[in-house]
């Protein structure tokens, strides 16, 4: 009998394993080029720099800031920062009074280092402006041709920089608390609305910003956006429309307010009522003992009206380091008799109830920084700052001299009065409660820039802080193309997914493996 023959056809090699490896195999190879090509169009161009100079002529001295940011994200809040300060020796500007041509030279040093810091293609590039502050307002006040004359051989000596020179003036209070006030808000990125916020307003605060609290030697500014109140006085108010954004900010400069006028102010005070020129002074420490020429405390504006023809020449100042008696003879020096408006803070001075965080810095930051009460996260009691700067005060003095025996003398030795005068300033003053404390940061920096009122003003003339929002892309290139890649990788995965289970290859059914 003939064998039964097998028919039908040979069974079938298994050729969708060959096609399921060459699929494999393109589908890895069209992997590994989407993503290196979104690695190698993303990779970060040669950044293309730009540089600015800024420099703070203050009361006690000058500092010169370079900034530096990326040129094709100039709008974008957030993206310039301080990458060089240069201390100038010497005297603020204002003290050159006698020999104005000598301001011009003491800056040479610090353009100088700016030269260095600055690539030297773009040193034509680069603006440079100087702002001077309020040791250049008394001296104007004081005598307007000297200030004048102060002012353009600091003008003469930018101008013969290798920079852009685009200006030396005296800035007003008004300027120096608003770009203050400006820079901390650039800095801690709280003109910034990206994000889910945008959609949801009413879970930001009303103004998403912080206060700024200025401590100079000469005057002092506080900045803030009150909570819906009328500014009553218009020389308070400011409006700035920021990032698509408007902000009412209340401002005011005391001059004769800063550390340094303040002392005079207290001294000059203390003077009416000695007899023959030796002060017993509860704002220094115990053992400090400091000759002064009255004619010298009386050289400022802001002490002339009490010139007087006094018995004595020298006045013989010996600390007693009592902090509450300090304390009382500060606040001699705020006047509270009267108050035109809703709300006062001293001198007739409007205030509107304090609103939210505030930043302070400069004087303010070195005082509390050099008594230790900046490094902890959260910002130190009111109570605990009081009984430091009190137990501080009471130290003798030649104790603190061997403790401290690299910082200068002039501030070591005024750190007392100076953490007295911060206190009295901010609770008497501006009615800063214990709760209310707790809403002040000392800030020295931000990141690596100054807290101050420089960065701010470079900001404005550069016109790099824009009205509205620039209108932007809810994604940024990068996350893009990661996306796009990412989809596309899923969609041919689930499509290869797809042709695999609805026409498994018969090679891969169950009993033919
Ligand atoms: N390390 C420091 N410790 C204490 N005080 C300081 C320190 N550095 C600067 N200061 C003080 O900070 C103040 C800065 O004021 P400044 O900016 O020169 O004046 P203004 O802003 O009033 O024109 C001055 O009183 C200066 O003595
Ligand atoms: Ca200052």
Redesign the pocket.
């Known amino acids: 009998m003939d064998e039964p023959k097998v028919t039908g056809t040979k069974p079938r090699t298994c050729c969708p394993r060959k096609s399921l490896l060459i699929l494999g195999f393109l589908f890895a190879s069209a992997a590994i080029a989407l993503v290196a090509m979104a690695v190698t169009q993303n990779k970060p161009l040669p950044k293309n720099i730009k540089y600015g100079i800024v420099l703070d002529a203050?009361?006690?001295?000058t500092n010169l800031y370079v900034y530096e940011w990326p040129a094709e994200k100039e709008n974008d809040t957030g993206v310039v920062h301080q990458v060089e300060v240069c201390t100038v020796q010497g005297s603020?500007i204002s003290g050159y009074s006698k020999d104005p041509d000598e301001a011009g030279l003491s800056l040479q040093n610090c353009i100088k280092r700016a030269q260095e810091m600055v690539p030297e293609q773009q040193h034509r590039d680069t603006p440079v402006y100087l702002g001077a502050?309020?040791?250049m307002r008394l001296l104007s006040l004081q005598n307007r041709s000297v200030a004048d004359r102060v002012l353009s051989a600091v003008e003469n000596m930018l101008r013969s920089s290798p920079f852009d020179f685009q200006g030396a003036r005296v800035i007003s209070g008004q300027e120096e608390g608003a770009y203050g006030w400006i820079t901390i808000n650039y800095l801690l990125g709280n003109f910034k609305q990206t994000g889910w916020l945008d959609f949801l307003p009413h879970l930001q605060s009303s103004s998403g910003t912080s206060g700024a609290l200025d401590l100079?030697?000469?005057?002092t500014q506080i900045t803030f956006v009150p909570d819906h109140e009328p500014i009553e006085s218009q020389e308070n108010s400011l409006h700035f429309r920021l990032y698509g954004k408007s902000y009412n900010v209340y401002t005011h400069s005391f001059l004769c307010y800063?550390?340094?006028q303040a002392l005079r102010l207290k001294l000059a005070g203390d003077l009416q009522s000695t007899q023959n020129g030796s002060l017993l002074d509860p704002c220094f420490h115990p053992g400090y003992f400091r000759v002064m020429n009255t004619s010298d405390l009386y050289t400022s504006p802001c002490t002339a009206n009490g010139e007087q023809q006094l018995p004595f020449r020298r006045l013989h100042l010996q600390g007693n380091g009592d902090y509450q008696v300090c304390r009382k003879a500060i606040q001699k020096i705020f006047n509270t008799s009267h108050c035109p408006y809703s709300s006062c803070s001293f001198n007739g001075i409007f205030l509107p109830p304090l609103q939210g965080k505030f930043g302070a810095f400069?004087?303010f930051y070195?005082?509390m920084n050099?008594l230790n009460l900046t490094t902890e996260k959260s910002p130190v009691p009111l109570n605990r700052v009081t009984s430091t700067v009190q137990r501080f005060c009471s130290r003798p003095w030649n104790e603190v001299k061997a403790e401290f025996p690299n910082i200068k003398e002039k501030?070591l030795s005024e750190y007392c009065f100076s953490g007295a005068y911060i206190l009295s300033l901010l609770e008497n003053g501006y009615g800063f409660t214990a709760e209310k404390w707790q809403n002040i940061q000392f800030l020295g920096k931000i990141g690596s820039s100054d807290a101050g009122w420089t960065l701010g003003y470079m900001l404005n003339l550069t016109n790099m802080i824009p009205a509205e929002k620039p209108p932007t892309r809810p994604l940024s290139h990068a996350s893009y193309v990661g996306l796009m890649v990412f989809c596309s990788l899923v969609l041919v995965a689930v499509l290869l997914l797809g042709c695999f289970i609805f026409h498994k290859p018969k090679c891969l059914q169950k009993g033919l493996i």
């Open positions: 203050g009361s006690s001295h603020g502050t309020a040791g100079g030697g000469a005057s800063g550390k340094d400069s004087a070195f005082v050099f501030y």
